[in-house]
């Protein structure tokens, strides 16, 4: 067995974080390195999953609920319009191999992916 990933230390309490929204399979936390005015991850309970390509071909109604988690958040901490992000292997910057997404929000619309 591998160590808990830092994102399921934080899920049993081990590291201190604020989980601004759980539900069964899924929570969310701030994002300690933000990126944008809004800047959560949304994460599966479980990391059986290393990234979004392994979690898209393996349980594809978990991504489903990941998304609808991320776009509900967005609509209660921004005003609804956001973008997700899931790192891909390490040279896309992915540092933890525990499937994320990113959900950022709030002046986004300049950014250099925003046109
Ligand atoms: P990635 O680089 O896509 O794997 O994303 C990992 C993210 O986890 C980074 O944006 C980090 O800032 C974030 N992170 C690392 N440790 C913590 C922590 N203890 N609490 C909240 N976010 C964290």
């Not at 936390?29 to 800047?39: E, G, M, N, S, V």
């Not at 790192?87 to 990113?102: D, E, I, R, S, Y």
């Amino acid at each position: 067995m591998s160590e808990p990933s830092i994102f399921s230390r934080i899920l049993a309490g081990e590291i201190p974080s604020e989980i601004v929204a759980e539900t069964e399979n899924v929570f969310a936390i701030r994002d300690i390195a933000p990126q944008a005015p809004l800047h959560l991850l949304v994460i599966p309970k479980t990391e059986d999953y290393r990234n979004v390509v392994e979690l898209a071909a393996g349980d594809p109604a978990l991504l489903t609920e990941m998304v609808g988690l991320a776009n509900t958040l967005a609509a209660e901490h921004a005003d609804g319009d956001f973008r997700l992000i899931f790192n891909t292997g390490a040279g896309a910057g992915q540092t933890v191999f525990h499937v994320h997404a990113h959900v950022l929000a709030g002046g986004l619309a300049e950014g250099s992916l925003g046109g």
